[in-house]
């Protein structure tokens, strides 16, 4: 039972423009959500994360959105770059910790020159 | 100067073998992990350690066994091994806080069973 769904197994954005990626989840239990972002041969690197009390986290380039109603939450980046080609995982975990995180199954992103 | 270490990168070795990988974090966290990633490309959990107490054990087999000498290291033992244990297994750690906490990873162990 997949409990984090990443539907889209790849995207491809130009540079310069809005990467968005998406994330389902289907347990009401998931209060704390987080971005792993991650190369090949190495392990993934946290990007961004938002707790259920927000809708919204900025950092940089980086936006997260939370809607709890469609238990959806997105991960925008603008402007994309090619340094963002990678795969990203979404986590969610629940009791406000990330001590039990459970992961999607990716998004290859590809941002082209 | 790496934060979350583990050893080897790469593992080769023939089903029914025993073998052991290693991690280490030097950054002060108290609670280490070790995650699978399977061929579905799925990430799961497999145990969670806390001031070098299991706080967390996924049905995963009693083949697999974890040790933690000290908070810093968390080392994993697999007895007997199987086809289906081919995976990366990655190693993590966390400064457990009660909120707005991060893993952090490392660069993960190819394991392969022939």
Redesign the interface.
């Known amino acids: 039972d997949q409990q984090v769904k990443q539907n889209s197994p790849s995207l491809s954005v130009q540079e310069g423009r809005i990467s968005i990626l998406n994330c389902d989840y289907t347990n009401s239990m998931f209060d704390y959500f987080l971005w792993y972002k991650k190369y090949p041969a190495e392990g993934p690197t946290f990007l961004i994360s938002i707790s259920s009390i927000k809708d919204k986290n900025e950092d940089g380039r980086f936006t997260v959105f939370l809607n709890k109603s469609a238990k959806h939450l997105s991960l925008h980046i603008v402007p994309s770059q090619p340094g963002d080609s990678a795969v990203y995982f979404c986590a969610a975990s629940g009791g406000g910790t990330a001590s039990k995180l459970t992961f999607g199954t990716g998004t290859r992103l590809q941002v082209t020159l | 100067d790496t934060a979350?270490s583990q050893t080897p990168k790469y593992l080769v070795t023939q089903m029914g073998n025993d073998k052991s990988i290693k991690c280490e974090q030097n950054l002060g966290h108290d609670?280490m992990y070790w995650y699978k990633q399977d061929s579905?490309?799925?990430?799961?959990?497999m145990f969670?350690y806390?001031n070098k107490e299991l706080?967390?054990n996924e049905t995963v087999p009693n083949r697999f066994s974890p040790k933690s000498p000290d908070k810093a290291h968390l080392n994993l033992h697999i007895n007997s091994l199987e086809l289906g244990d081919s995976a990366v297994y990655?190693c993590?750690s966390?400064l457990?806080t009660?909120?707005?906490?991060?893993?952090?990873?490392?660069?993960?162990t190819q394991l392969s069973v022939l």
């Open positions: 979350v609670t579905k490309k799925f990430l799961k959990i969670s806390n706080i967390i990655f993590a966390s457990l009660g909120g707005d906490e991060k893993l952090f990873f490392g660069s993960g």
